[in-house]
């Protein structure tokens, strides 16, 4: 694993928004798979309810709402923020990147740096490395990192390994340099040879668009249907990958910081399903009452589900003062990992609806 360590920064304010179109899974497609079998499944991946965007409504536009109430509760000036990075699967367009029109949207100067990464689930680890390390350079102000996905158009309603999972969200924070931060420690991890794990196959250059990629058809023996432009997702072998890795991982990451579980305030895992969460949760023997969680009324929000919770579910936790925290996420590429972050008094805004 890639141990990758910081000093002096961190995180100053964070926020988050999603759709106010509420989905109750216990009554989403039961004409199709049958009550029963929708409670059954509901009650075991414990996702009660999720958000669902409008056909108008893309991941940039919920991120921008997070971004201007952070900026606004905050008294941030578009002059402060020189760093704009954008972590999304659900781009507006090929190109441009979004994080250049969201530079725009959000009044950023011409000096600003913005740029698009690719990720999913482990969007956070990836984007706060990134951001951790460019604001050590000099010229660097602050960063806004948005993080967002409008996974309910990627997933087929008519696949019921995926169709009871996935919400909409998106996210802000607000990264800057303080000595108050001190150290941090993130350790991220790759195996591509098991990308097909998570995979959308058509679409891209290697599969381009065409009227047989996007007919819906029967994928297995249960009926579930899907085309090849919508995501699948093989869960027995993603939930192996991760008992195999992760909590191996998370006791690699607190050795490296020199940290024992008594030294972590809360861990915030990647919110896949109840199921998955609790196993882990238990697997790394941390108290229940550590391990806040987003799951139950958002479902999977990809990867804007770990600052999704630090929002929803952390408030007045992060806002009270110092605090010791454990990310940890796992998601497509296969990619995995953790971070040990300290937050001083993050400013925690209310949850926004678009």
């Known amino acids: 694993m890639a141990i990758i360590k910081h000093s002096g920064v961190g995180i100053s304010a964070i926020a988050a928004a999603v759709p106010s179109g509420r989905v109750d899974n216990y009554r989403y497609q039961t004409d199709l798979f049958g009550e029963e079998n929708v409670k059954g499944l509901v009650d075991k991946i414990g996702i009660k309810e999720r958000r669902f965007a409008p056909p108008t409504v893309c991941a940039s536009d919920l991120c921008q709402r997070a971004a201007e109430q952070l900026m606004r509760d905050n008294h941030v000036s578009p002059e402060d923020v020189n760093l704009l990075i954008f972590v999304t699967v659900s781009p507006d367009y090929k190109f441009p990147p979004t994080a250049t029109l969201l530079q725009d949207r959000l009044g950023l100067g011409k000096d600003t740096v913005a740029f698009d990464i690719t990720m999913g689930c482990s969007a956070v680890l990836y984007g706060l490395n990134v951001a951790y390390s460019m604001l050590k350079a000099e010229g660097m102000k602050k960063c806004l990192l948005l ?24 996210t802000a924070m607000l990264l800057e340099r303080d000595p108050k931060f001190g150290d941090s420690c993130f350790s991220i991890n790759t195996d591509g040879a098991s990308c097909d794990m998570i995979m959308v196959p058509a ?8 009227e047989e ?37 998370i006791n690699a990451l607190l050795a490296a910081a020199g940290l024992e579980r008594e030294d972590i305030d809360h861990v915030v895992l990647h919110q896949a399903n109840g199921y998955m969460n609790n196993y882990l949760a238990k697997k790394l023997k941390f108290p229940p009452e550590k391990v806040p969680t987003s799951f139950e009324l958002f479902g999977n929000t990809g990867g804007a589900s770990v600052p999704l919770t630090m929002v929803t579910d952390m408030g007045e936790a992060l806002a009270g003062g110092r605090k010791t925290i454990l990310l940890s996420a796992f998601g497509i590429g296969m990619t995995w990992g953790g971070a040990i972050i300290h937050t001083d008094h993050c400013a925690v805004s209310e949850l926004a609806e678009l």
């Open 147 to 170: 993080i967002g996905d409008t996974n309910s158009r990627l997933y087929s309603p008519e696949d019921r390994t995926a169709a009871y999972i996935f919400g909409d969200a998106g």
């Open 203 to 210: 679409g891209g250059s290697r599969m381009p668009s065409t």
């Open 213 to 249: 990629t996007l007919k819906n058809r029967k994928v297995d023996d249960y009926g579930n249907m899907r085309s090849q432009e919508q995501a699948w997702m093989r869960g027995g072998d993603v939930l192996q990958l991760v008992i195999a890795n992760v909590p191996r991982d």
